[in-house]
C-alpha cells in the first residue's frame, strides 16, 4: 500500500513517521504535501515532495491511500 500525508506539522509528521515504520508490512510512503516544500524535503529526505494536492493529483505519483493532518486550534 503507498502511502501520501498531506500536512506534515506536528500530526502529519507523527502520521508519516507511523507509515514510514510500516514498511516491512507492506506499506510505504511515497510522498508528503505542504506548502512549505523545503521544510518537507528537510524532514523527509527521498520521498516525492508537493506544494499542494492538486498538484499531487495532476503529478504521475501513484497512492493507494493519504492521511490529511490540517491545522487545529489544540
Do not use: W
Not at 516491512?24 to 508537493?50: I, M, S, T, W, Y
Amino acid at each position: 500500500m503507498r502511502a501520501v500525508v498531506l500536512g506534515i506539522g506536528k500530526l502529519g509528521t507523527y502520521h508519516a513517521q507511523k507509515f514510514a515504520a510500516l514498511k516491512n508490512d507492506g506499506v510505504e510512503l511515497v510522498a508528503v504535501v505542504d506548502p512549505n516544500r523545503a521544510a518537507a524535503v528537510e524532514k523527509f529526505p527521498g520521498l516525492k515532495h508537493f506544494a499542494s494536492a492538486e498538484e499531487l493529483l495532476a503529478s504521475d505519483c501513484p497512492f493507494d491511500v493519504a492521511t490529511i493532518a490540517t491545522p487545529t486550534i489544540y
